[in-house]
């Protein structure tokens, strides 16, 4: 259930760009479930691309780089 919103919300942000949108997710559930996995053709098609974080990023995740330093 919560997958078909999100693949709906991403559905709708589609429609607000003309241009190519990469979106960066990390490896919750919801985003690799098998509905967003059976809807990334469509989205990409749409001109949404999904561009999957390795399992652990913290090179791309800011509290990691603020936490290094503290």
């Not at 259930?1 to 949108?21: E, H």
């Amino acid at each position: 259930m919560i997958s078909l919103m999100l693949i709906d919300t991403m559905d709708v942000f589609c429609s607000l760009f003309t241009d190519q949108v990469v979106v960066a997710l990390d490896n919750v559930p919801i985003y690799v479930s098998n509905a967003v996995k059976e809807h990334r053709e469509y989205l990409e098609k749409r001109g949404l691309t999904l561009y999957f974080l390795t399992r652990y990023s913290p090179a791309l995740n800011l509290i990691e780089i603020i936490l290094r330093k503290i």
